[in-house]
């Protein structure tokens, strides 16, 4: 077993979490955000570390990886890769993109020089791609599902499926 922590590196700053490891687990979901602010090109790479907490011994490096992020901005994938799968307000599955999914859906129409979607006022209604999507298309997406895990926002909701989903 480990006792897993993370230490980000970027440029000369270091945040190293070590008060926060997550106790006897090889599968840890840390649940934290952290901002960081750099120049690019000076400070592009971004280390994510991960360390196995010892309280006796000198902590172990697990792994690691590097983030080149000026790549990651010129790439025409953006920040965008990998978007959850549902918006949630609030919890582990925060959403955490700059850009809330209704602008991501319009910026990549804009990109790939497809028609933007219209958004109705009630925001109830999207419509992309000559077609209309509405909330009952949403079988498994209840009121009810969203009120429990607190990730209920439909205009939100609708965007993130229609990008996930649909063509995109």
């Known amino acids: 077993m480990c006792d897993p922590y993370i230490k980000i590196t970027l440029g ?47 902590d172990e490096k697990v792994g690691e990886t590097v983030i080149d992020l000026e790549n990651r901005f010129l790439s025409r994938f953006g920040a965008y890769c990998g978007i959850p799968q549902q918006y949630c307000i609030s ?31 009630n925001g109830m209604r999207i419509n992309h791609g000559g077609r209309d999507y509405t909330l009952d298309e949403f079988g498994k997406f209840t009121a009810s599902y969203f009120t429990i895990f607190v990730c209920y926002c439909p205009l939100f909701s609708m965007s993130v499926y229609i990008y996930v989903n649909k063509g995109f």
């Open 91 to 121: 919890g582990v599955n925060t959403w955490r993109d700059q850009l809330k999914p209704t602008q991501i859906l319009q910026n990549t129409a804009r990109i790939k020089g497809y028609r933007l979607p219209i958004l109705s006022e």
């Open 12 to 58: 000369k700053k270091v945040v190293e979490d070590r008060d926060h490891y997550i106790p006897n687990t090889v599968n840890p979901i840390f649940g934290r955000m952290y901002e960081l602010s750099c120049f690019l090109p000076q400070e592009k790479d971004l280390k994510i570390s991960v360390y196995d907490y010892d309280m006796l011994t000198r």
